[in-house]
């Protein structure tokens, strides 16, 4: 995984947290690991879980996806009162994972309600432009 960026609906332009590879105390081995229970970020090289960043199933209200070479998104809402969603960016080689990650989550018992969709082509090079991805 290339970043993560938690967003809220106060700060839709500009991540309030970033977690992005290769900077400040993140190695190039940040993983995003999906399972029933929902995502979780792991610093693999370390051995470090970023626990801080977990995503429980049961608080996934969407997921969106998105492909723009050579990147893939996925933006995952929660349901809470600040609105926070969070955007992945992710190696386009790697989507296959996050497919077989998220088919594994849908058939987990702790998701409510999740709907799932895409990015719409122009949001996404908007975010990955604001985010100087491209």
Not at 1 to 21: E, R
Not at 22 to 47: H, K, Q, S, Y
Not at 74 to 97: H, M, N
């Amino acid at each position: 995984m290339k970043a993560v960026y938690m967003y809220n609906k106060t700060a839709l332009k500009k991540p309030i947290s970033q977690l992005v590879s290769g900077e400040a105390n993140v190695t190039d081995g940040l993983v995003l690991r999906i399972t029933t229970e929902g995502l979780f970020i792991d610093d693999d090289v370390r051995r470090v879980p970023q626990r801080e960043w977990d995503i429980k199933a049961w608080s996934l209200k969407s997921i969106e996806r998105g492909a723009s070479k050579p990147h893939y998104m996925l933006r995952a809402t929660i349901r809470d009162t600040e609105g926070k969603c969070y955007v992945f960016v992710i190696p386009s080689d790697q989507e296959w994972k996050v497919d077989v990650g998220l088919a594994r989550l849908r058939k987990g018992n702790l998701v409510r309600s999740m709907g799932m969709s895409s990015i719409k082509a122009s949001e996404m090079r908007g975010l990955l432009s604001d985010l100087g991805w491209v």
